[in-house]
């Protein structure tokens, strides 16, 4: 049944299309994926909205796609289905901050970088975590899909900085979830059945999330990086465990890649910072200490290059460094899998990597980023792609399987992955825990409308 | 440049989205006024950057109306191209007007577009006025018509000439550069369209008959130097006609006269005023401080700053052609109410502007608004004049 006119008496005539143009946006992103086709757009304003789409789509057995900033480069917001794409980013109030217990209140399509703009002006001594992709990325897209950001090594990856959330559930209904589920105060997920890991990880497939309460943090007044250079790979574990045993850095980038040549070799750019100019320059010197163990195998980079890495890596986001590699290939494309490894198959993963990139006549672009304190590291195997250039992106699309199933056969798990990739790790999945998540799914969406096709269902 | 000179850039956009904001993302809203109106990916700039090559380069969607329709809605402010972070970033506007041109070859335009072309080719202006009623706005001033041996000539513009909000502006400046005492005069109905918006909407051709023509007047009447009521005029006579002329926008040829001590503003002028930068004065030819310089050179004005200021300034909504296409429509979404609305979280009681395009978009704006009571509209030669002695 054609949808259209009811979604338009949803929402409006400006909010919705069906013209071929719209549809050939919201079919495909920037990544390698294949296109694949919506049927319906919709930029829905309020949860109630939301709430008439979604009872529709079950009335007529259509899937949805919830869709924030579309940037996750592996095509989670593409249908795999068809169906209605759900564009959030008309949802963009914050609602309210609140400064003394430290979390906002906003809607699902309040992008990263209006945040990032409100707290600047409203609380300038307020930051919430800001990762590194475009500030077009939204704050309920990046905690839906488990991402991180310039906060996650002191603390955490972003998902667990949730302290709770409204969702529509898949047959309609609205929920709350976290303390404002008891209470007017949005400030805890605990100590609660955590209800939220219903909806974090699950890309979409079991409700969406209209307004989440995110914990903010002390804005430092001192912030800077230090940026160590290294040729031996295998140091990597040893001096990562010795580097966060000090307990002191906000954010460690690891940066390996062939282009551009200046960048050449392992960079290891710890991002520091405090409240005290006295513990700022405390905590610079105790890393620069640390360096007298690595003695002329790790060392400082200062000067030109340290000044370079200081533009391109200090700002929140990050921009110069990537926009530079993203456009290596001069192509509009660019997608990478995103591993997450234990840190001691670090090394392993990148000799490999760099392996799998020249097989495919790519220059190796590696970005680490280390979470929550040292536990683990996302390893980026990053490919720039030529959109204009068929061979190409099947190249890419390649090289993406090879690294995606490389870190599956290291003992990693794979962040944000493509259907393909998602795929690959149920079929190495406890076989349980498969038969759970499809119990999970058919009890929350019994008609299968939520972004269907992830999660190999 | 035509579209096919760019057939090795248009895929590189990313569609990341900084095109979007401004420089500090600001938390009030998306800076790319199409996009802030529509809020569907499709009329975003990277979104335009994607059907353009889909549909006029590798052939994917065949060009259609309603692509048209997203083409033109663009207001052609350079906030993408501004914010863009990539090394193409300045051709992101050049593209949009190469494929402009595609869609005017295969008569793709939307009607509205199709009838501003054809009015400026028949009646000189998009209004489909008389070339003579040009001198209307001038009627009982002591204004003159150019001669030669004026050193300026005050090069008014369609919309200064003939919206009837706008000739105030034009009244003003009129007046002002009476004061001043400088040798100057108008064309009136010799005066035709600068073309700054046809070149907009990818009508190349009608731009350089304009462009002659305009040209051989200025010749012909031996016109060195050239002050003009509007940055769109400024920017089209600037950039894109012979450099033989010396072109001013008025803010400058004023805020030097008042600087060497030609205009008095001793009488002030009392009011808290903010200012709104048009796109063709500012994002397009950097020109930030005269309008400034000329505010804070009045005793009585108060100058507050929106939040979205100079670089990042928000736009009307009324440029590449919109003023009159209405492309991009009405309703408490569009870009001139929500700045104008900006322009009253200000607590200014003047928002002060230095176009004839932004002060007919603006006072629309106003009335939708019902702020009437609260704030006027200004051009920043009507806040002049009344300061001068």
Same mark, same amino acid.
């Given at each position: 049944m054609?949808?259209?006119?009811?979604?338009?008496?949803?929402?409006? $005539?400006d !909010?919705?299309?069906?013209?071929?143009?719209?549809?050939?946006?919201y079919?495909?992103d920037?990544?390698?994926?294949?296109p694949?086709k919506?049927d319906?757009v919709?930029?829905?304003?309020?949860? $109630?909205?939301?709430q008439?789409i979604?009872?529709?789509?079950?009335?007529?057995?259509?899937?949805?796609?919830?869709?924030?900033?579309?940037?996750?480069?592996?095509?989670?917001?593409?249908?795999?289905?068809?169906?209605?794409?759900?564009?959030?980013?008309?949802?963009?109030r914050?609602?309210?901050?609140?400064?003394?217990s430290?979390?906002?209140?906003?809607?699902?399509?309040?992008?990263?970088?209006?945040?990032?703009?409100?707290?600047?002006?409203?609380?300038? +001594?307020?930051?919430?975590?800001?990762?590194?992709?475009?500030p077009?990325?939204?704050?309920?897209?990046?905690?839906?899909?488990?991402?991180?950001? +310039?906060?996650?090594?002191?603390?955490?990856?972003?998902s667990?900085?949730?302290n709770g959330?409204?969702?529509?559930?898949?047959?309609?209904?609205?929920?709350k979830?976290?303390?404002c589920?008891?209470?007017p105060?949005?400030?805890?997920?605990?100590p609660?059945?955590?209800?939220?890991? =219903?909806? =974090?990880?699950?890309?979409?497939?079991?409700g969406?999330?209209?307004?989440?309460?995110?914990?903010? !943090?002390?804005?430092?007044?001192?912030?800077?990086?230090?940026? !160590?250079?290294s040729?031996d790979l295998?140091?990597?574990?040893?001096?990562i465990?010795?580097?966060?045993? =000090?307990?002191?850095m906000d954010n460690?980038f690891?940066?390996s890649?062939?282009?551009?040549?200046w960048?050449?070799g392992?960079?290891y750019?710890?991002?520091?910072?405090?409240?005290?100019?006295e513990?700022?320059?405390?905590?610079?010197?105790l890393?620069?200490?640390?360096?007298?163990?690595?003695?002329?195998?790790?060392?400082?980079?200062?000067?030109?290059h340290? $000044?370079?890495m200081?533009?391109?890596?200090?700002?929140?986001?990050?921009?110069?460094?990537?926009?530079m590699a993203?456009d290596?290939?001069?192509?509009?494309?660019?997608?990478?899998?995103?591993?997450i490894?234990?840190?001691?198959?670090?090394?392993?993963?990148?000799?490999?990597?760099?392996?799998?990139?020249?097989k495919y006549?790519?220059?190796?672009?590696?970005?680490?980023?280390?979470?929550?304190g040292? +536990?683990?590291?996302?390893?980026g195997?990053?490919?720039?792609?030529?959109?204009?250039?068929?061979?190409?992106?099947?190249?890419?699309?390649?090289?993406l399987? $090879?690294?995606?199933?490389?870190?599956?056969d290291?003992?990693?798990?794979?962040?944000?992955?493509?259907?393909?990739?998602?795929?690959?790790?149920?079929?190495?999945m406890?076989?349980?825990?498969?038969?759970?998540?499809?119990?999970v799914?058919k009890?929350?969406?019994?008609?299968?409308?939520?972004?269907?096709?992830?999660?190999?269902? | 440049?035509?579209?096919?000179?760019?057939?090795?850039?248009i895929?590189?956009?990313?569609?990341?989205g900084?095109?979007?904001?401004t420089?500090?993302?600001?938390?009030?809203?998306?800076?790319?006024?199409?996009?802030?109106?529509?809020r569907?990916?499709?009329?975003?700039? #990277?979104?335009?950057?994607?059907?353009?090559?889909?549909s006029?380069?590798?052939?994917?969607l065949k060009?259609?109306?309603?692509?048209?329709?997203?083409?033109?809605?663009?207001t052609?402010?350079?906030?993408?191209?501004?914010?863009?972070?990539?090394?193409?970033?300045?051709d992101?506007?050049?593209?949009?007007?190469?494929?402009?041109?595609? &869609?005017?070859?295969?008569q793709?335009?939307p009607? %509205?577009?199709?009838?501003?072309?054809?009015?400026?080719y028949d009646?000189?202006?998009?209004?489909?006025?008389?070339?003579?009623?040009?001198?209307?706005?001038a009627e009982n001033?002591?204004i003159?018509h150019?001669?030669?041996?004026?050193e300026?000539?005050?090069?008014v513009?369609?919309?200064?000439?003939y919206d009837?909000?706008?000739?105030?502006?034009?009244?003003a400046?009129?007046?002002v550069?009476?004061k001043? #005492?400088?040798?100057?005069?108008?064309? #009136?109905?010799?005066?035709?369209?600068? #073309?700054?918006?046809?070149?907009?909407?990818?009508?190349?051709?009608?731009f350089?008959f304009?462009?002659?023509?305009?040209?051989?007047?200025?010749?012909?009447?031996?016109?060195?130097k %050239?002050?003009?009521?509007?940055?769109?005029?400024?920017?089209?006579?600037?950039?894109?006609?012979?450099n033989?002329?010396e072109?001013?926008?008025?803010?400058?040829l004023?805020?030097?006269?008042v600087k060497s001590g030609?205009?008095?503003?001793?009488?002030?002028?009392?009011?808290?005023?903010?200012?709104?930068?048009?796109?063709f004065?500012?994002?397009?030819?950097?020109?930030?401080d005269?309008?400034?310089?000329?505010?804070?050179? %009045?005793?009585?004005?108060?100058?507050?700053? &929106?939040?979205?200021?100079?670089?990042?300034?928000?736009c009307?909504?009324?440029?590449g052609g919109?003023?009159?296409t209405? %492309?991009?429509?009405?309703?408490?979404?569009?870009?001139?109410?929500?700045?104008?609305?900006?322009a009253h979280?200000?607590?200014a009681?003047?928002?002060a502007?230095?176009?004839?395009?932004? &002060?007919?978009?603006?006072e629309?704006?106003?009335?939708?608004?019902?702020?009437?009571?609260?704030?006027?509209?200004?051009?920043i030669?009507e806040?002049?004049?009344?300061?001068?002695?």
């Amino acid at each position: 049944m054609d949808i259209y006119s009811p979604l338009v008496d949803i929402v409006g $005539e400006d !909010f919705t299309s069906n013209h071929e143009e719209e549809l050939y946006i919201y079919s495909r992103d920037s990544g390698a994926q294949q296109p694949r086709k919506a049927d319906y757009v919709v930029a829905p304003k309020t949860v $109630e909205e939301v709430q008439q789409i979604v009872k529709l789509a079950n009335k007529e057995k259509i899937p949805i796609t919830p869709m924030g900033g579309g940037l996750t480069l592996s095509g989670l917001a593409v249908p795999i289905k068809g169906g209605i794409v759900l564009d959030m980013k008309r949802m963009d109030r914050i609602i309210e901050v609140n400064e003394k217990s430290r979390y906002v209140i906003l809607e699902a399509g309040v992008t990263q970088g209006a945040l990032q703009s409100h707290l600047e002006k409203n609380y300038p +001594h307020l930051e919430h975590s800001m990762p590194d992709a475009p500030p077009m990325a939204t704050i309920v897209g990046n905690v839906v899909i488990q991402g991180h950001g +310039h906060l996650s090594v002191a603390q955490g990856i972003n998902s667990q900085m949730v302290n709770g959330m409204e969702v529509v559930l898949p047959t309609g209904e609205v929920c709350k979830l976290g303390s404002c589920s008891i209470s007017p105060y949005w400030f805890t997920r605990d100590p609660l059945p955590d209800l939220m890991g =219903l909806f =974090l990880g699950w890309l979409g497939t079991t409700g969406i999330i209209t307004k989440v309460s995110l914990q903010l !943090f002390p804005k430092p007044k001192f912030r800077d990086l230090l940026t !160590f250079t290294s040729a031996d790979l295998d140091l990597l574990p040893d001096f990562i465990f010795d580097i966060t045993q =000090l307990n002191l850095m906000d954010n460690l980038f690891i940066i390996s890649q062939e282009w551009p040549p200046w960048a050449q070799g392992i960079l290891y750019v710890p991002i520091i910072s405090a409240q005290d100019e006295e513990e700022f320059k405390l905590k610079i010197e105790l890393h620069k200490k640390l360096l007298r163990k690595y003695e002329g195998k790790i060392t400082l980079v200062e000067g030109r290059h340290a $000044e370079r890495m200081r533009e391109a890596r200090l700002p929140v986001p990050p921009v110069t460094l990537g926009v530079m590699a993203a456009d290596a290939k001069q192509g509009g494309g660019f997608e990478y899998t995103g591993g997450i490894l234990p840190i001691e198959k670090v090394p392993e993963a990148s000799s490999k990597a760099v392996e799998i990139a020249h097989k495919y006549g790519q220059p190796y672009l590696l970005g680490y980023q280390l979470l929550t304190g040292g +536990h683990s590291m996302m390893c980026g195997l990053a490919y720039c792609l030529n959109r204009a250039d068929g061979e190409d992106i099947e190249k890419v699309r390649k090289a993406l399987d $090879e690294s995606n199933k490389l870190i599956l056969d290291i003992g990693g798990v794979l962040w944000k992955a493509e259907a393909l990739a998602q795929r690959l790790m149920v079929q190495r999945m406890d076989p349980n825990t498969v038969k759970l998540m499809k119990r999970v799914r058919k009890a929350l969406d019994p008609n299968a409308i939520m972004n269907p096709g992830n999660w190999s269902d | 440049m035509a579209l096919k000179d760019y057939k090795d850039i248009i895929h590189r956009c990313f569609r990341c989205g900084y095109c979007k904001f401004t420089s500090d993302y600001s938390y009030l809203g998306f800076n790319c006024p199409v996009y802030s109106k529509y809020r569907l990916e499709s009329y975003s700039p #990277g979104g335009m950057m994607w059907l353009i090559y889909a549909s006029l380069v590798k052939g994917e969607l065949k060009p259609s109306k309603h692509l048209s329709q997203i083409l033109y809605s663009c207001t052609m402010c350079r906030n993408c191209s501004q914010e863009c972070k990539f090394k193409f970033n300045e051709d992101i506007v050049n593209i949009l007007k190469a494929a402009r041109e595609e &869609m005017v070859d295969k008569q793709l335009v939307p009607q %509205i577009v199709g009838q501003f072309l054809t009015n400026v080719y028949d009646y000189g202006n998009p209004y489909r006025e008389l070339k003579q009623n040009r001198d209307n706005w001038a009627e009982n001033t002591e204004i003159k018509h150019y001669e030669k041996g004026d050193e300026f000539l005050y090069y008014v513009g369609c919309v200064g000439s003939y919206d009837t909000v706008s000739q105030k502006a034009a009244r003003a400046l009129g007046s002002v550069l009476l004061k001043s #005492g400088l040798p100057f005069g108008f064309l #009136g109905s010799r005066e035709v369209c600068d #073309g700054n918006e046809v070149d907009m909407l990818g009508e190349k051709g009608l731009f350089e008959f304009l462009k002659e023509e305009n040209t051989q007047i200025f010749k012909e009447l031996g016109v060195k130097k %050239i002050v003009t009521l509007s940055p769109h005029s400024y920017n089209a006579l600037k950039n894109n006609y012979s450099n033989e002329f010396e072109v001013f926008h008025y803010t400058q040829l004023l805020r030097d006269l008042v600087k060497s001590g030609k205009l008095d503003v001793s009488r002030g002028f009392k009011a808290k005023v903010t200012y709104h930068d048009p796109c063709f004065l500012g994002r397009y030819n950097n020109e930030y401080d005269a309008p400034r310089e000329i505010l804070t050179a %009045i005793p009585g004005v108060e100058l507050v700053e &929106m939040e979205r200021t100079k670089e990042n300034s928000f736009c009307c909504g009324g440029g590449g052609g919109n003023f009159y296409t209405d %492309i991009l429509g009405s309703g408490k979404d569009s870009p001139s109410r929500i700045r104008v609305r900006e322009a009253h979280d200000t607590g200014a009681n003047i928002l002060a502007v230095a176009c004839p395009v932004c &002060m007919m978009m603006l006072e629309d704006a106003l009335k939708a608004e019902g702020l009437e009571d609260e704030l006027a509209i200004k051009d920043i030669s009507e806040v002049m004049n009344a300061a001068l002695l």
